[in-house]
Structure formats: structure tokens, C-alpha cells
């Protein structure tokens, strides 16, 4: 029987942070455990969506595999490639373009967030973003993708294309595989550091709204004893956190670098004051960050094994991509 098939990526746009560690890169490297196959790649296609800076994009890719290494995913199990390096992804979007309906594209929160006000300048890349997600999925017939809470809406849109595309021109048989989203652990959404109600995101103004993985134990002690919270105690339980999204994060934080529940996290330390339970999760952040962080510019100071990684790893998504493209054309009745 056929291994189930898992992808996932993330985006060379920044430094990666405890948001993207904790919501999606730490369950990659337990789910390589079971039985899949995995495929992790840097997603550069749509790191450029939203203005980037093109003397640094090539190290950032390089920085994403870094990481995914150094967080523990194996380059002898799992595939690790660079989107860019698999032309299918933007082959099979363009066909997906014709059957996604613009007011699916108009409900994504993630295009009206980081538009903004300016929506108008905007790029046609970021608004269609979730077309370019749903082919990269699906190009390799993925089973299940593991990600955080934000790009569930993303997620849906794939099934959405997949279903269309099965029903107009594969006689409603499973041509293409309807992907299950899967949101593990208990950070699927970590919030900035400096206003809980908005989302840890690498491309934040303001550096001491996140940890990144780059960041040294002094620095990551300074962006958490600056972290807003409030002037009670710290939350004993979830129904003491209404109103106190930043309390919420925070315990939420040190409840997945624990591995433990936020329940027993909010015992362990409700009533106490921000400032003990700052500095216990200060120590526990370092703990858990700084050997992938060592490992990591370990990695990052061995290109050439870096680029090994992305091209073995092109190699194989090449592989499984370019026939699923083929058939699709074929499908939709392309001269071939
Ligand atoms: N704050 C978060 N909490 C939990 N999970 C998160 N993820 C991102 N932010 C959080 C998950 O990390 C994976 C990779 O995300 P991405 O690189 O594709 O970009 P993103 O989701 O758009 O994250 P950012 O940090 O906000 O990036 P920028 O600012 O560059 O757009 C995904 O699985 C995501 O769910």
C-alpha cells in the first residue's frame, strides 16, 4: 500500500520564529516518525509576493533547510527542496487559476491582513497566493499537511480547487487527493509578543514582537521580560484569561516547549508573578532553542551540504511533480 503523503513549507521572508517552530516545524520531525512519506521545501515562490529583497533570497532558502535539519527532520527520510527548483508548482497553479472563482480568493483574512489599507498596490502574487499554496499540495497528491491554525483557511481552498477539478474533468473520480489540514500540539497559534490579539509573524515591523530561532539566550531574556502583560498574577486557568490574550500566550508558549498541557502549566504557576514565570520560561526557551540554534550556523557555515540536500531533494519531488502535471493537462485535454 502507498505510504500516506505529507507536505509542508515555509517561507524564506525572514528569520524563522517560535510561531513557526512551535505551530509546524517541531510536529514535522515527530511526524516523520510514523508512516509517511514527507516533504518539507522552502516555499521561495511565495516569499516574493510581498516585495523581497533578491541578494538575500538564495541564503534564506538555504537558512530554511538549515533549520528544518537543525530542528531535527532527517535529509535521508524526508525530501527538503526549494519550491522554485520544481516548476510543476507554478504549472499546475496557472491551470488551477481558471477554476478558482475570485470570491473564493476574496474571503482569505490572510490576503486582507497583509494588504492592508493599500490593498490596491498589493501584488496579483499575494492575492493569489492560496492558488499557488493549493498546487504545491497537490502536485504531489499530499495526504495530510501539517501547519499552523493561520493557513487552515488556505487549506480549504485547496480541498475546494481539488473537488472542482475531480468533478469537471476527472468524472468525480479522486484524481486529486483532498488534503486533511493537521494542527497539532498546543501552539497552533502563537501570538506576538507585544499584543496578544495579533499573530507571531516573521514579518512583523518590530523585532521584539518574536523569538527567532537566531536569537541568543540574552536576547531571548530580553524580548520576554519585555513582553506585555498585565498587572495581576499569572492566569491559574483558561477562564482566568478572558481579556488576557498576552497571559494566554505566554502560557501557551511554555506549555508546548514543556510538552505539557496548558492546564497543568496554568497550575503550575497561577498566582505567582510575570516576573518568576518570565524567567522560567526564558530558561526553558533557551533549553529547547539554543542546540538547534548552535546546529543551525553550524549548517548555515557548510553551504555545499545545504545545496546537496535541496538538489537531491529537487530531484526526488521533480519526480513525483512532473507526471501528476502530465496527467492533469492530459485530463483537461491539452495537446500533449
Ligand atoms: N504565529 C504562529 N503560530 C503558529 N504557527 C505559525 N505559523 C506561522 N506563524 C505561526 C506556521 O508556520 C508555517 C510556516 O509559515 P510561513 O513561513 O508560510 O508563513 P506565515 O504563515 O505567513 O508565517 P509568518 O511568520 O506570518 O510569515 P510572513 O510574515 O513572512 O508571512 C505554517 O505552517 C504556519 O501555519
Redesign the pocket.
Known amino acids: 500500500m502507498t505510504k500516506k503523503r505529507i507536505l509542508?513549507?515555509?517561507?524564506p521572508?525572514?528569520q524563522?520564529?517560535?510561531?513557526?517552530y512551535?505551530?509546524?516545524?517541531r510536529n514535522w520531525v515527530k511526524l516523520q516518525e510514523e508512516d509517511y512519506e514527507c516533504l518539507f521545501c522552502a516555499?521561495d515562490l511565495?516569499?516574493i509576493t510581498?516585495g523581497h529583497n533578491p541578494a538575500v533570497l538564495a541564503k534564506a532558502t538555504r537558512e530554511i533547510a538549515a533549520a528544518y535539519v537543525a530542528a531535527g527532520i532527517n535529509p535521508d527520510k524526508c525530501t527538503i527542496f526549494a519550491q522554485s527548483a520544481v516548476p510543476a508548482h507554478t504549472e499546475l497553479m496557472w491551470l488551477f487559476t481558471s477554476m478558482t472563482p475570485l470570491g473564493w480568493l476574496n474571503r482569505m483574512t490572510?490576503f486582507k491582513e497583509?494588504a492592508g489599507k493599500k490593498r490596491d498596490n498589493a501584488s496579483l502574487g499575494l492575492y493569489s497566493y492560496p492558488v499557488l499554496m493549493a498546487a504545491d499540495i497537490l502536485v504531489y497528491n499530499a495526504s495530510h499537511v501539517?501547519?499552523?491554525?493561520?493557513?487552515k483557511q488556505h487549506l480549504e481552498l485547496a480541498r475546494e480547487i481539488a473537488g472542482t477539478f475531480n468533478h469537471r474533468y476527472a468524472k468525480d473520480e479522486d484524481f486529486f487527493t483532498l488534503p486533511e489540514p493537521m494542527i497539532m500540539g498546543e501552539?497552533?497559534?502563537?501570538?506576538s509578543l507585544r499584543d496578544g490579539t495579533s499573530?507571531?509573524?516573521?514579518?512583523?515591523v518590530s523585532d521584539m514582537t518574536?523569538i527567532n530561532l537566531t536569537d541568543d539566550a540574552d536576547l531571548i531574556a530580553q524580548k520576554f521580560k519585555k513582553a506585555k502583560t498585565d498587572a495581576l498574577p499569572v492566569p491559574a486557568s483558561k477562564e482566568e484569561c478572558e481579556d488576557r490574550a498576552e497571559a494566554k500566550n505566554l502560557i501557551t508558549i511554555y506549555a508546548a516547549l514543556a510538552d505539557k498541557s496548558f492546564d497543568e502549566v496554568a497550575a503550575e504557576f497561577g498566582g505567582k508573578g510575570f516576573g518568576d514565570f518570565k524567567k522560567a520560561l526564558t530558561d526553558l526557551a533557551v533549553e529547547k532553542l539554543t542546540p538547534i540554534t548552535s546546529r543551525m550556523n553550524e549548517l548555515m557555515s557548510d553551504e555545499a551540504e545545504i545545496d546537496r540536500i535541496l538538489y537531491k531533494g529537487a530531484e526526488r519531488a521533480n519526480e513525483l511533480a512532473i507526471p501528476v502535471v502530465k496527467k492533469t493537462k492530459e485530463l483537461m485535454g491539452f495537446w500533449a
Open positions: 509542508s513549507g515555509m517561507q521572508t525572514n524563522l520564529h517560535l510561531g513557526n512551535l505551530g509546524a516545524l516555499v511565495h516569499a510581498n490572510q497583509k501539517p501547519v499552523g491554525e493561520d493557513q501552539a497552533t497559534r502563537v501570538m499573530k507571531m509573524s516573521k514579518s512583523a518574536r
